[in-house]
């Protein structure tokens, strides 16, 4: 089996435009593709009865949840350690497949519960992610200028965010709409921080690992954008 070095490659924007061009592709192909898969998946979870099962294992225990979030986070770096580093692509394609699915397990909560009392809302949370999403692709291409300072800041930031809903599930204390709002404003800036990585930071040969990257901000944002409306829906 042959092996890819993806850490000796050609940052994306010192190649040629060729180059440039096809790694663009490929990586907005492969997130094309994990959300299509990340949409069957989930969508086989539901059909399946195994969402629902989910929700009510949940609804029993904050401890459950305490530990489906663990599990999230060691899978997610171990997804994205087998996207980046010098292995096969085969492993690569396992790693971003890893990261759909444990992202489709950590969703099935809030899909269900916007399912069952506002299905409207996901429609308009997608269309809205969309929309927010291709205006930052856009300003990051444009300006072509190199955000990855706001990773000091994410990283900060997102150590206190995760501080916050650990304590809301330990205390039971809910977030609130202006939690959301904030998350929102937070997974734009990391939509931003990946689109302007891909660039930047990148090899051409980092495709694979691109498109984990830019469909694991644009997951929080929907996220986030979903909780939003179904706060507002819901008068809290």
């Known amino acids: 089996m042959s092996q890819l070095d993806i850490n000796t490659g050609t940052i994306v924007a010192n190649a040629s435009e060729d180059d440039r061009s096809l790694f ?4 907005y192909l492969h997130l094309a593709g994990a959300i299509a898969a990340f949409a069957f998946v989930e969508t086989l979870l539901f059909r399946s009865g195994v969402s629902a099962s989910f929700v009510e294992i949940l609804s029993g225990s904050k401890w459950i949840w305490l530990v489906v979030m663990a599990l999230f986070i060691g899978v997610s770096y171990l997804a994205d350690s087998w996207a980046r580093s010098a292995i096969s692509p085969e492993k690569q394609y396992l790693g971003l497949g890893l990261f759909i699915v444990a992202e489709a397990i950590v969703f099935m909560p809030i899909i269900y519960m916007a399912q069952r009392y506002a299905p409207d809302i996901l429609i308009y949370a997608a269309l809205l992610t969309a929309m927010l999403v291709g205006g ?20 900060i930031g997102g150590i206190i965010a995760m501080g916050i809903i650990l304590g809301g599930i330990l205390f039971g204390f809910s977030l609130g709409l202006w939690f959301s709002a904030i998350m929102i404003v937070f997974a734009a800036a990391s939509v931003l921080y990946s689109t302007s990585n891909i660039m930047h930071e990148y090899h051409t040969e980092q495709h694979v690992s691109a498109a984990l990257a830019l469909f694991s901000s644009i997951a929080l944002m929907f996220f986030y954008i979903l909780q939003f409306l179904m706060a507002l829906a819901s008068g809290d």
Do not use: E, P, Q, V
């Open 24 to 27: 663009i592709k490929r990586s």
């Open 136 to 155: 930052i692709t856009f300003t990051a291409f444009t300006t072509k200028k190199n955000f990855s300072f706001l990773g000091k800041y994410l990283a």
